[in-house]
């Protein structure tokens, strides 16, 4: 088969970036007076998340650090549900996979999936909270803030969600996931975090948003009674800095890599354009693209493909890399059996697109629309297909850092 030629594009993001990490949160964290509300000696249990975020363990260090100057006693947490096949191990793993270990940061990881009832929402729903975080005296949030995959809302993916689908474990997540079928996911995850932050001394939550090259454009700390308020005004800019694919039109798209440190669906459903959960969520009207091909699976993943039922096609290698249980427990966890589907397999990538571009229609090999990315957190640099020739063009906000070239392939069928 004759494939279109590739040209590397750069798109041109706004750029705005925070240098100086550590000295802003020390600088928040000073603003806050946080001397009134504590005690020293006091243990903070310190959430962290599993999504592979820009300079993860220097935000996690500075926290640490303050926390110890105070003469607080900080230890760190797991705050991811069900991930890590839903082991006190695994999901110690699932740090160590995102830079967060006990000798880099200067706190014990305690983790377990063991949760209390600590009491109920006005929906009469359960609310479950990690066991170690109950006993602590406080409790400190650090997670990025950007969209979620699944719904559209003034808070989205953050601190509150961290509060109720992370802190309840793999208890929590299920029942809240199975509630939100009903009452949807802005209320249960509101509800649950107001109950957790109503039941327990949430000391403070640092939100992080990054840019669209995914580095640290802003970072925001706020006591417990202004959690609420900050994840909306750090979501509002989140969108503004979201990356996006270049083009809103494709006929198949290539990505190199998906996994749980990425998105909680794999690759974030939004820039794909397919959600692909008809009892929660309508399509979204774009991007258009006809085929969807993933090539790999991300070793921080720790073998968990959710998500990996929305493509259309997949390589043997990252078929061979999927922890079953790990996968059955996130997609029952989630109430997303669709997230679990295994795609149509190909031994390799050259096998995979030869059949993504059988599936999208006759079309002229130079006309075929392709795109590929990295995965959908790294979209600073994508290549495509010959096809977008004209339109690149046109666009000041892209730059063309390498001339068209064959699609190459290396000896074991695999692209370059």
Do not use: W
């Not at 030629?5 to 750069?10: E, G, L, P």
């Not at 007076?33 to 599993?50: E, R, T």
């Not at 993916?157 to 029942?175: F, V």
């Amino acid at each position: 088969m004759e494939y279109p030629h590739m040209i590397r594009v750069r798109q041109i993001f706004d750029n705005t970036k925070l240098d100086n990490i550590s000295e802003e949160i020390f600088s928040q964290l000073a603003d806050l007076k946080l001397k009134s509300a504590i005690k020293p000696g006091q243990s903070v249990a310190v959430a962290c998340s599993s999504r592979g975020i820009d300079n993860y363990g220097v935000i996690v260090k500075a926290v640490i650090t303050y926390l110890k100057q105070l003469k607080l006693e900080p230890f760190i947490i797991p705050a991811m549900g069900s991930h890590g096949a839903a082991t006190a191990a695994g999901q110690k793993r699932v740090l160590a996979h995102l830079g967060i270990v006990e000798e880099e940061v200067g706190a014990p990881i305690r983790s377990s999936l063991e949760v209390m009832p600590i009491g109920k929402t006005e929906d009469d729903l359960t609310v479950y909270l990690d066991k170690l975080a109950s006993a602590a005296d406080h409790i400190v949030l650090i997670n990025r803030i950007k969209k979620h995959t699944e719904f559209e809302h003034e808070f989205e993916s953050g601190l509150l969600k961290m509060m109720a689908i992370g802190l309840g474990k793999q208890e929590g997540a299920a029942a809240y996931h199975e509630a939100m079928l009903s009452l949807g996911y802005p209320r249960v995850i509101l509800t649950v975090a107001r109950k957790i932050m109503q039941s327990t001394n949430v000391l403070f939550g640092v939100g992080i948003v990054e840019n669209g090259y995914g580095q640290i454009a802003q970072i925001g700390i706020g006591r417990s009674d202004d959690i609420l308020e900050m994840e909306k005004s750090l979501f509002k800019k989140a969108r503004q800095f979201a990356p996006a694919l270049p083009f809103d039109e494709a006929d198949i798209l290539i990505v190199d890599e998906m996994g749980k440190d990425i998105s909680g669906t794999g690759f974030d459903t939004k820039v794909v354009g397919r959600i692909g959960l008809p009892l929660v969520a309508a399509e979204p009207t774009s991007p258009r693209i006809k085929r969807i091909m993933v090539c790999d699976l991300t070793e921080g993943s720790e073998g968990n493909a959710v998500g990996v039922g929305i493509v259309d096609i997949i390589t043997q290698r990252l078929l061979d890399k999927i922890d079953m249980d790990a996968l059955n427990i996130n997609t029952i966890t989630g109430v997303c059996p669709e997230m679990g589907k295994i795609p149509l397999t190909m031994k390799n990538d050259r096998e995979a697109v030869e059949i993504a571009i059988k599936c999208v229609g006759l079309i002229p090999k130079d006309k075929l629309k392709i795109m590929r990315i990295k995965n959908t957190a790294l979209l600073s640099e994508v290549v495509v297909s010959e096809a977008y020739q004209e339109e690149l063009a046109k666009r000041s906000d892209l730059e063309v850092v390498m001339e068209k070239k064959a699609m190459e392939f290396d000896t074991a069928g695999n692209l370059l």
